[in-house]
Structures are given as structure tokens and as C-alpha cells.
């Protein structure tokens, strides 16, 4: 945005600068004068910046006490503003300002009025072999970004979030090279006719600079919203899919009491007032630390789960692997036995990763109920699920481990969703000695990934905040051309194009950048969330991804209109006119 916005001043000074070198004043005064001025205004929106943020933090830490706080499980939040922090911001704004502002200032002065001085006419550019260099090194990219994608699809290894997001900067660079390659091709036209299409595009490629800015502006803005957005999940899809992260259970339940009878045995069920149209997934419990997202603690002895696997067969996805899981019967892998007596386990990928700190293929160190050192593979990572916060073992290793263990705490509910109330009020009134707590798997999924999204939000609100500087300056752009080109559109209008025609014209050239960059940053963040797009079971939030580019669109097409009917009044134009 500071490029842009100096650059559009470096423009509209650029017959005053041409005459100060004319005069003989050197580069190096020249230079000295429209830095000092251009840093004054940069440090007085640095510092409108600093108030800004304390601003919007302030608001977060308020959501986060407020509104937020049953996701954050806390209201004990506060802000801590530090000196150092805000100065150490404020220096890094400006010395970014000052290199956006510094080269292209050299390059305008060395290049185009010291050519000047000497020649007296501007210079030319070449549109030989750069041009071939510009659409060669977008092919190139783009084929880059192509084959990374390809190889982790071909592999299906969709977990690499670091070579999907250089996939994605690849493909961003080769879309801005392309369509600076489109921009500045050479044109025909018909002699004696006058194509307002042709012209839009005309206009369009005069200054390539300004249109590419506006461009690369959107792009990246649309990109930085539409990834946090991909992201963002969707808390209640595909519950009833066996793949989610309910596995297709409709309630998950645990007692303060063991349950020490198998509760899929129909006697067991009689004695309990419990109908056989449900079914139980029994899991006995070794008490640890919480290792989910709500606990913002690192953790080192979360709770362990021991689960008979083959009643997990075909439950839930994998998002990380190693040798050690089969990959047509995961489940069935925590049954064997490894060397130096390790015990394979599972967990949330998130879980391994945030909440422990480590990695799939890490070993998990733990200590039995004997007091004796444990030690727990990680072979597989779940995609988010409802056993966050735990780790799972088979239960034939757990009861070596664990041999006390008189019966289960932890069950998983597999019925139809038609039959809810009457499962609850049957478990609620058949449990209720064993002090049974029971919530839909749905519900505590919906818990876990809400504290996810409330952390995106934070972050798509402040790629919200860099949409508006850029429409605003969309705005000014648009506003400053039109004024440059008042005679030229007051000269359409006198030949008999109407305001309809010629507003058309200016709303078609501007659509046509500001599609290209939001086009661009869908793009290229579809790819860098394909991990998260192509599982059907994380959730993405695809009514959020579409409603942020119906968002930046008619945002984009609702400035455009307002400024061109302002600037397209009648008045103005009869100025103009009279000027030429």
C-alpha cells in the first residue's frame, strides 16, 4: 500500500522533479527533499498505526473476556502494552517504508530524468526478449507449482502445509507475471474506429505500474482472507460420516464409576433398561493432564484410552502416518508388538504436535502404574476428532500397563440420529448411579474446533482490516485516473458516447484489475489449503470462503460505481472540455 500510494505521488510530481534536475539541482537534494517528505507522512501513519493497534487488541482481549471467553475457557485475559514492543513496530514500519520508498524513487530519477538531462526525450522501453523472459519465468513457476502439488497427490501426502504454501507463492508469482506479460502486449486496432473495449484495455496497460500494484494489492489480500478462511471448520459437517471426527458416533459419554460389564450383551442391556438398538464402544481411562486445545498448557502425561482396535475399523481419518500403520487397517496396528517392549499409540495430530510438542514417529515416555518407565510410539495422527486431549492404546497393552484397571469410563454411542432423545433418556436414567456425563459427539467436536476458529477470526479480521487500506486505495487510484483522464473522457462524451457508455468503460477497466487480483488470491490459497480442502473430514468452512469473495467483489464493484458516477457529472466534464 505504500508503494502504491508513493507511487501515485512520484507520478503526480513527476513534471515537478523533471524540472528541478532541468534546473541543475542535484540528485542526491532532490532525493534528500521527497524522502524527508514522504517519511514525515509515513511516521504519522505509523503512529495513527501504533494507536490503531492498541485499538484492536484491546478489542480482541474484550471478545476474549466476553463473548469468547466459554471457547477460551478463561476471563482472566489482560493486555500487557510495552514500550519496547510498540518502538520496535514503529521502527519496522518505517524502515519498510523507507525501502518502498527509496527504490522506486532511485529508479524514477536514475533511470528516467537523468536520460532526460542528457537526451532530452524518455526512454524506451524494450518489448523483445524481457517479454519472453517474463512468460518463460511464469511457465516455469507455474510448472513448479504444479509438479510440488502433483508429487505430494500421486503420494498422498497431504500434511505438508509448508511445501503447499511455497506451491502457492509459486503460482501467486507466476499469475503476476502472466498477467504482467498480458498487460503490456502489443494491441490492434481498427484505423478510424473507436472499440471501448480495445480502449478499456488500453487504459489498463498505460500505466502498468499502477494496474499491476492494484493487482498484487488484492491478490495478496484475497489470499491472506480465503486461506484463514479455508481453515476456519465447519463445526457441524459430516457428523454422521464414519471418516469425521466423530467416527460417526452419536454420543460420547464417560462415568465416574467403572462400568465392569460389556454393555452390547442384551442381559447386560436388560439389567440396565437398555433397548438393543444402539450400540456401545466400551474404553477403559488411565487419569493425565488434558492435552486438547482448551488447555493452553504444554503437556507431559496426557490421559491415555485403551480401545479394543477392531471396534475402531473403518472410524475416523489419518492425517499422519508412519511405517509402522497399516494403511488398509490402521486400527489393527496397535495390536502388535514392537521392539524394547514400545507400545504403539495414536492421537489428534493436533494433539501430538501443540498440546505435547512433538512429532508422529516420536516416542511418548510415560510411567504405569507400577511406577515403571512406558514408552509410547507415535505410529498415526487423527484429523481433529472427539478424542483430543487423549492418547490411544490397544487395550491388551493398556491392562499390561495398567493392571488394576477394573472396568471402563469412556464410551462411544453408535446409534441413529432418529433415535437421540430416546438414547439419552434411557442412558441418563439407566446410568445414573455411575455418575454418567453424556454430549453428543457432534457437540464436542463443535467445542474443540471453535477454539480454532475463534483464534482465525482474530486473524481474518486483521486480513479484513488490509482489504479496506486496499480498497481504499483502489479508491484513490481510481479517483486520480479519472481526474488525468477527464479531458480524454470529456472528448467520448462529445463525440456522442453517453455517461452510461463511459462510466461502462472506467467500472469494466477497474472490474477487470480487481477480478485478476481476487481471481489470483483464490487461486493460490486454494492450493496452499489443499490439505485441509481435499480431507472430507476436517471441515472446511466453504460458505465462509464464499462469502468473503462475494464480499471483496461487490465491495470492490461498489467503490468503483460510486466514484465513477461522481467524477462522470456533467459539470466536470463541460470543465474538462472547455480545457481541451
Known amino acids: 500500500m505504500i508503494v502504491l500510494l508513493f507511487l501515485l505521488n512520484l507520478e503526480s510530481r513527476s513534471e515537478q522533479l523533471r524540472t528541478l534536475v532541468v534546473m541543475g539541482i542535484p540528485l542526491k537534494t532532490i532525493r534528500r527533499i521527497t524522502l524527508g517528505e514522504s517519511m514525515l507522512v509515513a511516521l504519522v501513519g505509523s503512529l495513527a498505526g501504533i494507536g490503531l493497534s492498541v485499538l484492536y487488541n484491546k478489542l480482541v482481549f474484550m ?53 532526460y538531462k542528457k537526451r532530452g526525450t524518455g526512454v524506451k522501453l524494450r518489448t523483445g526478449l524481457p517479454r519472453r523472459i517474463i512468460i518463460w519465468a511464469s511457465i516455469l513457476s507455474g510448472l513448479a507449482s504444479l509438479a510440488m502439488v502433483g508429487s505430494q497427490l500421486v503420494r498422498r501426502e497431504l500434511v505438508n502445509v509448508p511445501l503447499f504454501f511455497g506451491a502457492g507463492f509459486l503460482l501467486l508469482v507466476s499469475a503476476v507475471l502472466f498477467f504482467y506479460w498480458y498487460l503490456s502486449r502489443i494491441l490492434t486496432e481498427k484505423r478510424g474506429v473507436i472499440d471501448l473495449q480495445l480502449l478499456s484495455t488500453r487504459n489498463a496497460r498505460r500505466n502498468l505500474t499502477r494496474s499491476m500494484s492494484i493487482v498484487i494489492l488484492f491478490a495478496i489480500g484475497a489470499f491472506l482472507v ?170 491388551k497393552h493398556f491392562l499390561e500397563q495398567f493392571p488394576e484397571s477394573s472396568g471402563t469410563h469412556v464410551f462411544l454411542v453408535d446409534g441413529t440420529v432418529g433415535d437421540t432423545a430416546m438414547i439419552s433418556s434411557e442412558l441418563g436414567r439407566g446410568m445414573r448411579d455411575l455418575g454418567w456425563d453424556m454430549e453428543l459427539s457432534a457437540e464436542r467436536l463443535a467445542e474443540f474446533n471453535s477454539v480454532t476458529n475463534a483464534y482465525l477470526s482474530i486473524f481474518m479480521v486483521l486480513g479484513a482490516l488490509g482489504l479496506l487500506v486496499g480498497t481504499f486505495g483502489l479508491v484513490v487510484i481510481l479517483w486520480r485516473s479519472v481526474m488525468e483522464r477527464s479531458r480524454e473522457i470529456a472528448l467520448l462524451k462529445a463525440v456522442g458516447y453517453s455517461r452510461k457508455q463511459i462510466r461502462i468503460l472506467v467500472v469494466r477497466e477497474y472490474m477487470f484489475l480487481l477480478l485478476m487480483g481476487i481471481g489470483t488470491g483464490f487461486v493460490t490459497a486454494v492450493v496452499a489449503t489443499l490439505p485441509s480442502i481435499l480431507n472430507a473430514h476436517t471441515g472446511t468452512s466453504f460458505y465462509s470462503i464464499l462469502i468473503w469473495l462475494a464480499v471483496l467483489g461487490i465491495n470492490g464493484w461498489f467503490w468503483i460505481q460510486m466514484v465513477a458516477r461522481s467524477a462522470l457529472k456533467n459539470e466536470s466534464l463541460y470543465r474538462a472540455l472547455r480545457e481541451e
Open 226 to 395: 480465503i486461506s484463514t478462511g479455508s481453515n476456519r471448520k465447519d463445526l457441524f459437517s459430516n457428523a454422521a460420516d464414519t471418516g469425521s471426527g466423530t467416527g460417526g458416533f452419536l454420543y460420547y459419554a464417560e462415568s465416574t464409576a467403572p462400568v465392569l460389564k460389556k454393555l452390547n450383551n442384551p442381559e447386560v442391556q436388560y439389567e440396565f433398561g437398555l433397548s438393543e438398538s444402539y450400540s456401545f464402544v466400551q474404553l477403559r481411562k488411565a487419569d493425565g493432564d488434558d492435552a486438547s486445545c482448551l488447555n493452553l498448557n504444554k503437556i507431559i502425561n496426557p490421559q491415555i484410552l485403551g480401545v479394543e482396535p477392531e471396534m475402531l475399523e473403518d472410524r475416523f481419518s489419518f492425517v499422519t502416518r508412519t511405517a509402522y500403520l497399516d494403511e488398509a487397517h490402521p486400527w489393527l496396528s496397535l495390536l502388535q508388538k514392537l521392539e524394547e517392549g514400545v507400545i504403539p499409540a495414536i492421537a489428534d495430530e493436533t494433539v501430538i504436535k501443540w498440546g505435547l510438542g512433538l512429532s508422529v514417529g516420536d516416542t511418548l515416555r510415560y510411567t504405569n502404574s507400577r511406577g515403571e518407565d512406558m514408552r509410547l510410539l507415535l505410529i498415526g495422527g487423527l484429523a481433529p476428532s472427539i478424542f483430543q486431549g487423549n492418547v490411544l492404546i490397544a487395550d
Open 63 to 115: 471478545a476474549m473476556n466476553g463473548v469468547w471467553s466459554g471457547v477460551i475457557r478463561t476471563q482472566m485475559m489482560f493486555m500487557d502494552i510495552r514500550i519496547s514492543t510498540l518502538l520496535t513496530g514503529l521502527i519496522a514500519t518505517l524502515l519498510i517504508a523507507l525501502l518502498a520508498i527509496w527504490f522506486p524513487l532511485n529508479r524514477k530519477l536514475n533511470r528516467h530524468f537523468s536520460t
